[in-house]
């Protein structure tokens, strides 16, 4: 059975998936009336084929019509916008097919039973309030039949017509209020998910916004803020790291450090921004010219540490002679619109079998930067 239900509803789903609406709330009236269809259909099929064959023509005409427009009304779905007229047009129908059945008595008394039915789907296709009052209304149609038909009175005595009165309204008022709890319900879920969708969106955009301002907190924490570099505490740790590395799979590595010749020189006589500049236009030369591999980080002041991988002796005093030669020819603008050149001194240290941690490297290479010093800087040692 449940089975069943879940490929019924597949298929009003697909039905309803083709309506032109955008509503939600008429697009769940639409899945009420699809479904109150699909109910209805094989019921009024049978009943109009057996009042066929006990010749009541007239009312298996009407039941006839009322399935025709039903299953025509699904086709129209993808074609009409106003859906609610379709639903308004099946009522009418109906309720003058249920009119029909008390009128003619001669037919069999016990048809008013199907009356209802009637408020059940009503109040479930348009809702408590409309379905409430179309139901009263049809009741009140009923009513005015006993009063004023003479052949109903006969029929129905007045004991019956007041039971059937109460307990129609009976019907009537339970289906009201199972629908306005339903309505209500769905309403407070809405909210809910509404609510929820929301809390989650803003979450989201907490998580992203708490994303963007730690990245950006490890940008600071790990980046010079004025050549964009590696700073000296990052530039140590990634150092250590790939320090360790070399020793685990016997591989190469040199350790240097530049140090700007003269650099106070340049502060004193241009002034601090100019030498700011300096240290901008070297780290960015630098960044160009290595390999994405090489590590390169500001330990401070006008000094710089970089890391080279996988390279001798000879590769690596080659690649900073030639860096080196590339620095001496860099221009920088100072502040009187002219342009100044300044050199570089480099000491490298190789990694080897008595070097054992980074501090050790690190004391080699510095010691190799005083000598290029005072063998009269411009000079890689």
């Not at 089975?3 to 789903?13: G, I, R, W």
């Not at 309803?16 to 699809?34: D, F, G, I, R, T």
Request: with cysteine; aromatic share 12%; hydrophobic share 45%.
């Amino acid at each position: 059975m449940l089975t069943f239900a879940k490929k019924t509803q597949h298929c009003v789903d697909l039905i309803v998936s083709k309506s032109c609406s955008n509503n939600e709330e008429a697009l769940s009236q639409l899945n009420h009336y699809v479904w109150v269809t699909m109910i209805i259909l094989p019921i009024a099929i049978f009943t109009s084929a057996y009042n066929a064959y006990i010749e009541n023509y007239t009312l298996a005409f009407l039941i006839t019509l009322f399935s025709a427009y039903t299953i025509g009304s699904l086709f129209l779905i993808s074609k009409i916008k106003e859906t609610y007229l379709l639903y308004h047009g099946a009522n009418i129908i109906y309720a003058f097919l249920i009119l029909f059945m008390i009128y003619h008595t001669d037919m069999e008394n016990s048809r008013i039973l199907w009356a209802y039915i009637y408020p059940i789907g009503i109040i479930f296709l348009f809702g408590n309030r409309l379905g409430f009052l179309y139901s009263s209304l049809l009741l009140g149609m009923i009513v005015g039949l006993f009063l004023f038909i003479p052949q109903l009175q006969t029929a129905y005595n007045t004991e019956f017509q007041v039971r059937f009165a109460l307990t129609y309204m009976i019907v009537a008022f339970i289906s009201s209020w199972i629908a306005h709890h339903r309505e209500r319900f769905q309403k407070e879920s809405m909210q809910t998910q509404y609510a929820l969708f929301l809390e989650q969106a803003l979450l989201k955009e907490e998580i992203e916004r708490r994303a963007v301002l730690e990245k950006e907190l490890q940008y600071l924490a790990q980046t010079d803020p004025l050549t964009s570099l590696y700073n000296r505490g990052y530039f140590l740790e990634m150092a250590e790291k790939e320090l360790q590395r070399a020793f685990r799979y016997d591989e190469p590595l040199c350790f240097a450090i530049l140090d700007i010749d003269h650099f106070k020189r340049i502060n004193d006589t241009f002034g601090h921004p100019v030498g700011d500049v300096v240290l901008q236009a070297l780290g960015k030369h630098c960044l160009q010219s290595l390999r994405e591999t090489d590590l390169m980080g500001r330990l401070g002041g006008e000094e710089f540490a970089f890391l080279l991988l996988h390279v001798n002796e000879e590769q690596a005093r080659a690649k900073m002679e030639k860096l080196r030669e590339e620095l001496s020819q860099l221009s920088v603008a100072d502040n009187t619109g002219s342009t100044l050149n300044f050199t570089v001194s480099i000491g490298l240290a190789m990694l080897t079998e008595r070097i054992k941690r980074l501090d050790e490297l690190y004391i080699q290479a510095d010691e190799k930067l005083y000598v290029a010093k005072d063998a009269g800087r411009n000079c890689v040692r």
